[in-house]
């Protein structure tokens, strides 16, 4: 039972990502290694780490989350039915931003070829890798 809290507030959490990134305009990302599409593979949540599989096996996520960056520095995000957009910044030591028209910053980086993308306010990182 307590799992499934944790799974509970987890999709309670990408829901709210997914609201984050609602429209903006664009920066430029030419020739960068976050250009492309990505899709949540894990989540790293209160010392945890889930997979998509662990993730779908509760029956409350039949999508994992995707995330688009094009080079003219706009992105889209599909989660549960809802999108978003917004763009995306490269910023200093290999981090990115992703901001809207709201007042949230998401922060991303690029490591060992998969897109962490870092929820501080909820401890949590969500994890992609880029779809083929």
């Known amino acids: 039972m307590k799992h499934l809290k944790k799974i509970s507030v987890l999709a309670a959490v990408l829901v709210m990502v997914s609201m984050i990134l609602a429209s903006c305009g664009g920066g430029g990302l030419k020739d960068d290694p976050a250009v492309g599409t990505w899709e949540m593979t894990e ?3 209160a010392g945890q780490t ?9 029956g409350q ?3 994992m989350p995707k995330l688009t960056i094009k080079e003219d520095g706009t992105c889209t995000f599909a989660f549960m ?3 978003g957009e917004g763009t995306v910044s490269a910023g200093e030591g290999g981090k990115y931003d992703i901001q809207d028209d709201s007042d ?9 070829g998969k897109l962490r993308l870092d929820y501080s306010e909820m401890s949590m990182v969500m994890i992609f890798e880029q779809s083929k």
């Not at 889930?50 to 509760?58: G, I, N, V, W």
């Not at 949230?104 to 060992?112: G, M, N, P, S, Y």
């Open 61 to 63: 996520m039949d999508e």
């Open 43 to 45: 989540v790293e949540y």
């Open 81 to 83: 039915g809802e999108d």
């Open 104 to 112: 949230q910053t998401l922060t991303f980086e690029i490591k060992d």
């Open 50 to 58: 889930l997979s998509a599989d662990d993730l779908k096996s509760t």
